[in-house]
């Protein structure tokens, strides 16, 4: 969907050149040649955009790749063709890695030092480390020439203004997912500080480095270069700083009731190149009232899985009380053993005597719960096994154990609904996943969750009503007393028409080399219902996505990427003259 411009004043240098520009056109400067202008510069100070362009054609790596023709009219102030326009945005990513990588780095390392985690009790707009956060984004944005609006610290609002009435709302998020700091452990024994950022080889590991606090850090980056290059803008852009994107998500509609909406959305917490669809997200929570144990043998008094719906947990441990420890402890140790090799043997059962009670651990592997085959889920085996132990090892039945008997019988290792029967996939989404993800027990009840990502193919209401009756039917012949909640929300697909999308296409897939093709993605983000909005990376869906596990991390070079790529998004999309 487009809207019309104003009319423009009176033309500047790089907007004179678009009075025929209404395509977007392929830049000519390969990933290789890119990577040979970036060496060319290694050692290099250079003071403004300008002075990079003229030092630039004047060496090997400029005249290698043909620029000269683009810089001398850029320099000298000419009309500019297409191409020349997309090599001039391109070169304007590469001089944002070569001036600011180094700074932005640092930017990144205090951002994730504030340990933005949901508190327990404590709203997000009233959570100390929140506030502290906001001021640093408003410190560092108004040290950028920025516009800074805190919008009662639901969201951080960042502005670059151009000479159009067009919004374009660039979304990331300034809170994380909680963690558990002893699985924060590389497998050579080095122990990590999730809130501390540990540059090993080219990883910088701590929360947030993946999701989303890079996000943050690039976009303000590239505003801060376009604002103090004087680059003329034909619309707007805000940058919208979410505060609640990984809880209960009410931080942008709060923002959006009360400010309007960017006529153009993308979020930089997603995947590259451009991503049109997204799943729909959703719950099914189940809780089991607290009750007395029953029968003979050791009883399961806790268990541990993942702190949020979202995240698929390094481990579960449970813990047993028994009057014989030792005897307990080798027994699971056996059957866990035997579990383990039954089912694959890439994950570990291990039964530890703790003081006068036994922890059982299974050891998986970490992963955000909308990619589960990228994991290996602890907390399904954990309950799996647990229920699979009768006649092996004597327990008493309990809450626990009733939610044991519940997730092997209706969701099992399976992570496709194939347990429950209700596993469905669409063409260009992909299937449905189910993942038993976040556990949860107080004085009246045990918790547990399955997360759902939900593509075309089903309405909500009909999903729901699906699992609602089939779990129903388990529950009355069972006997197990369970009460569930259901949220299921509605998937997203864009139909990607206009300039601005052909535009985005061309500038992820050009600079990493990228199929020129649409993606789609089971993570839901803060554009899913907002108009024209999609996601623009930052995340490589060849690689495994790090955000929301143990020992998450970015690599320097791909962070530098997403500065290079973002830089030049801005400085094209801000031109086009329609999108």
Do not use: C
Not at 210 to 224: F, R, T
Not at 259 to 275: I, K, Q
Not at 554 to 566: A, M, N, P, R, S
């Amino acid at each position: 969907m487009n809207f019309p411009l104003k009319q423009l004043a009176a033309a500047t240098l790089m907007l004179a050149s678009l009075s025929a520009y209404t395509t977007a056109a392929q830049a000519n400067i390969t990933p290789q040649q890119s990577a040979a202008i970036l060496k060319s510069f290694a050692d290099a100070q250079v003071s403004d955009f300008r002075q990079f362009l003229a030092t630039l054609a004047k060496n090997e790596a400029g005249q290698g790749a043909n620029l000269g023709p683009a810089i001398g009219a850029f320099l000298d102030n000419k009309t500019l063709t297409a191409d020349q326009q997309d090599e001039i945005h391109r070169l304007l990513g590469l001089y944002a890695r070569v001036k600011y990588g180094k700074a932005a780095t640092q930017t990144l390392i205090e951002l994730v030092a504030i340990p933005t985690v949901r508190a327990d009790g404590v709203p997000q707009h009233e959570n100390p480390e929140f506030l502290k956060i906001a001021d640093k984004i408003k410190g560092l944005a108004e040290a950028f020439d920025l516009k800074f609006r805190n919008v009662d610290n639901r969201v951080y609002e960042i502005s670059l203004d151009g000479s159009g009435e067009e919004v374009v709302g660039i979304h990331a998020h300034a809170d994380v997912v909680p963690v558990t700091p002893e699985n924060w452990v590389l497998q050579d024994g080095t122990k990590l500080d999730p809130f501390k950022v540990t540059q090993i080889g080219d990883r910088m590991y701590g929360r947030g480095t993946e999701d989303d606090k890079n996000g943050i850090v690039v976009a303000l980056y590239a505003m801060k270069i376009i604002k103090e290059e004087k680059l003329p803008l034909a619309r707007n852009f805000k940058l919208l700083v979410d505060t609640t994107e990984e809880t209960t998500g009410d931080a942008i509609p709060y923002y959006f009731e009360r400010n309007p909406t960017p006529n153009y959305n993308l979020a930089l917490d997603g995947g590259y190149p451009v991503v049109i669809a997204e799943k729909g997200y959703g719950t099914v929570m189940a809780s089991f009232a607290r009750r007395n144990a029953e029968g003979k043998g050791a009883e399961i008094v806790s268990l541990t899985g993942g702190l949020a719906t979202n995240q698929i947990p390094g481990a579960s441990v449970a813990t047993l009380v028994t009057d014989q420890p030792a005897k307990l402890a080798a027994a699971l140790q056996q059957a866990g053993s035997d579990y383990a090799k039954r089912h694959g043997g890439d994950f570990s059962v291990a039964a530890k005597v703790d003081g006068k009670d036994v922890k059982l651990t299974v050891t998986g592997v970490s992963a955000h719960s909308s990619e589960p085959q990228s994991g290996v889920n602890p907390v399904a085996r954990m309950l799996d096994f647990i229920n699979g132990l009768n006649g092996k090892v004597a327990l008493k039945h309990n809450h626990i154990t009733d939610a044991a008997r519940y997730a092997a019988d209706n969701w099992g290792l399976d992570y496709l609904g194939g347990k429950l029967g209700i596993g469905f996939s669409d063409d260009f989404m992909g299937p449905l996943t189910t993942s038993l993800t976040y556990v949860g027990q107080d004085e009246k009840a045990f918790k547990l969750a399955v997360n759902l990502r939900v593509p075309k193919g089903k309405t909500p209401e009909a999903l729901k009503q699906e699992i609602a009756d089939k779990l129903a039917a388990w529950s009355k012949k069972s006997h197990v007393a369970v009460n569930f909640d259901y949220k299921i929300a509605e998937p997203m697909y864009r139909n990607p028409e206009g300039e601005w999308v052909k535009a985005l296409l061309a500038v992820a897939s050009e600079n990493l080399g990228m199929e020129h093709k649409f993606g789609t993605s089971a993570g839901a983000t803060s554009v899913h219902e907002l108009p024209n909005g999609v996601q623009f990376g930052l995340a490589r869906p060849e690689a495994k996505y790090t955000g929301h596990t143990d020992n998450e991390f970015k690599t320097t070079e791909q962070f530098l990427l997403d500065l290079q790529i973002v830089t030049e998004m801005v400085g094209r999309i801000g031109q086009l003259p329609k999108l």
